[in-house]
């Protein structure tokens, strides 16, 4: 079984900054050895990719959507058993409902597709507003 618990979403004037973590706890693996990826999605939208950490397994690459990329950045830190997602200059598009996901077994082709997740977060909500 494993947990997934996302925190950190808030309310934020555009421009600002926000850190959301993702808390993992598994009775069968380690964090490592998932990809772990934080999805969104935005009042009326359909849920998007944001960002990805492959499993260690994998080469632990960190791949970003073109969206995002330059101001929000994923990291792992296997020791917290916590995936973050550092959100830098955002802009009230950036509105939404982020999931932490996690799966195992994933190809490259496939990380940016929600469906391939096994495991899934409650969301925590980030609104950027003036």
């Known amino acids: 079984q494993v947990n997934l618990v996302e925190s950190g979403g808030g309310l934020v004037q555009p421009g600002g900054s926000l850190r959301l973590s993702c808390a993992v706890s598994s009775s069968e693996r380690t964090l490592s050895s998932y990809t772990t990826a934080w999805f969104r999605q935005g009042p009326g939208k359909e849920r998007e990719f944001v960002a990805v950490?492959?499993?260690?397994?994998?080469?632990?690459?960190?791949y970003h959507a073109d969206s995002v990329k330059g101001r929000f950045t994923i990291s792992r830190d296997n020791a917290k058993n916590t995936v973050y997602l550092q959100m830098n200059s955002l802009n009230p598009e950036d509105t939404a409902v982020y999931y932490c996901?996690?799966?195992?077994?994933?190809?490259?082709?496939?990380?940016?597709?929600?469906?391939?997740?096994?495991?899934w977060g409650q969301g925590t909500q980030v609104t950027v507003s003036s």
């Open positions: 996901a996690a799966g195992s077994g994933l190809i490259l082709s496939s990380v940016h597709n929600g469906g391939a997740y096994t495991y």
């Open positions: 950490v492959r499993s260690r397994s994998s080469g632990g690459r960190t």
